[in-house]
């Protein structure tokens, strides 16, 4: 079945011990990216990669990292995270980008940082 | 900033059709529309998407009108499994981020 498979599902954490969510996909596909989604601001992208070892920021990448050393995963990392980075994350991958393509989501991670 | 303007929730009734409208009048040549839905927190969901003529398949269909600035997505007939948040998006990417702009959406109630 084709899918991006996210983990954890639900987090809490404290402030400023460092977290990874890891992302894959099955799909082959070349473009992959991060979302969070907040109430009243919809979703907004983090960062975003073209292909292996080609990645690069979105709208909103202040204190997130990210790393595509295989193409199947996207892993986003939080160094230190803070409470302003409580959300639900979303990734999602497609076939390199034309105008013509549908993207497929993974399920969500609700993080807590307290 | 997202280049649609959708109703912000609409009403159904279980086995009617879902009409969706989405106003994109400031669309350009090449964009397509396409249309997600989210339900209940989940990842988003690809529904459909055309640039043009009219597409339909196994889920909804799309109506484009002829000068493009606006659409609308049909559900044939709407289950309550179909309540969720739909999203009309004009696909417009110059700098090539692949990114997609999710605008606040319709949520669409099915009621029994």
């Known amino acids: 079945e084709a899918q991006v498979t996210q983990n954890p599902r639900y987090l809490i954490t404290v402030t400023g011990k460092k977290l990874t969510v890891t992302c894959s996909q099955n799909m082959n596909h070349e473009y992959m990216s991060w979302y969070r989604q907040d109430p009243g601001l919809g979703l907004r992208q983090i960062y975003y990669s073209m292909n292996v070892e080609v990645t690069d920021k979105g709208d909103v990448p202040e204190g997130y990292k990210v790393s595509r050393k295989e193409k199947r995963n996207f892993p986003l990392i939080l160094e230190s995270p803070s409470p302003n980075q409580t959300s639900l994350y979303f990734c999602a991958s497609s076939f390199y980008s034309p ?5 497929f989501f993974g399920q969500g991670t609700r993080l807590t940082v307290v | 900033d997202a280049k649609t303007t959708q109703p912000t929730s609409m009403d159904c009734a279980e086995g009617r059709a879902a009409n969706l409208p989405c106003n994109h009048s400031t669309i350009s040549g090449n964009e397509y529309v396409y249309w997600y839905r989210q339900i209940h927190s989940q990842g988003p969901q690809y529904i459909i998407h055309g640039l ?6 196994e889920m909804a269909s799309l109506i484009i009108t002829e000068d493009r600035k606006s659409s609308t997505l049909i559900l044939p007939h709407a289950t309550l499994r179909d309540t969720a948040v739909y999203y009309c998006i004009v696909r417009d990417d110059p700098s090539n981020t692949g990114k997609l702009i ?3 959406g319709t949520t669409l109630q099915v009621k029994p």
């Open chain 1, 99 to 103: 105008l013509n393509t549908e993207a």
């Open chain 2, 52 to 57: 043009k003529n009219n597409e339909t398949n």
């Open chain 2, 102 to 104: 999710f605008g606040q």
